[in-house]
Every structure is written in structure tokens, then in C-alpha cells.
């Protein structure tokens, strides 16, 4: 069993910064695709961006297009730590955040946008930006 767990949520002005952290629990793993979503009240949960880690060949990332320029995915594999560094903070961004990984990492592109792709989920941790 795979355990996620978020951290860094909080409150924020506009145009403030915040780091979520997404840790996995036990082993190692040499591939992973790990996804950031986000939930606000009353809207679907929706894809915010994706970082994929294959041992001996590199990463890759993606992003919504609302987060483009303003949010940084990042790993370290040491730590087993995805974090997402987000900048210049709108009250749109207000949600629950929520952590989600593919061990298969099979491959890569859009399907990664979808929540089905992923096997194992944090329970989020709340992002709350005021104007």
C-alpha cells in the first residue's frame, strides 16, 4: 500500500507564494508519475500539473494552462517528495489540493491531464488565497 501525504497548504494574499509537499511513504521508486489536482467548492476536481521520473533517463512535466508561468513542479527522489511551488497567487486558485501517483509510468501526455491514470491519492490539503 502506497501512502500520499500533502502538506504546505494555508492562507495567502494575492500575489503571495506557497510550497506544497506531496511525500510517499516506504520504498524508493525508479518511475513514477506524480499529479497535482485541485478541487474549489462546488467545481470538479481538475488537473493542475505532472511531473514524470523514470531512473537512468530523466523527468518530464506538464501543466494546466491556468498555472503555466506561475507554478513549478519539482522532485526529490531522496525524499520521495513531489512539491509545487506557486507564485503570484490568485483568489482562483483557492482549492484543495490534492497529491496523486502512477507507479507504472508507462507513459506519457495529455492522458495524465485525466484522474483515472493515477492509483494512489493524498487527502489534500487546503489552499485559500484572499484578494
Known amino acids: 500500500q502506497v501512502q500520499l501525504v500533502e502538506s504546505g497548504g494555508g492562507l495567502v494574499q494575492a500575489g503571495g507564494s506557497l510550497r506544497l509537499s506531496c511525500t510517499t511513504s516506504g520504498r524508493t521508486f525508479n518511475s513514477y508519475v506524480m499529479g497535482w489536482f485541485r478541487q474549489a467548492p462546488g467545481k470538479e476536481r481538475e488537473f493542475v500539473a505532472a511531473i514524470r521520473w523514470i531512473r537512468w533517463r530523466g523527468g518530464n512535466t506538464d501543466y494546466a494552462d491556468s498555472v503555466k508561468g506561475r507554478f513549478t513542479i519539482s522532485r526529490d527522489n531522496a525524499k520521495n517528495t513531489v512539491f509545487l511551488q506557486m507564485n503570484s497567487l490568485k483568489p482562483e486558485d483557492t482549492a484543495n489540493y490534492y497529491c496523486?501517483?502512477?507507479?507504472?509510468?508507462?507513459?506519457?501526455?495529455?492522458?495524465?491531464?485525466?484522474?483515472?491514470?493515477?492509483?494512489?491519492w493524498g487527502q489534500g490539503t487546503q489552499v485559500t488565497v484572499s484578494s
Open positions: 496523486a501517483v502512477d507507479l507504472s509510468a508507462m507513459g506519457w501526455g495529455q492522458e495524465y491531464r485525466e484522474e483515472y491514470k493515477y492509483d494512489y
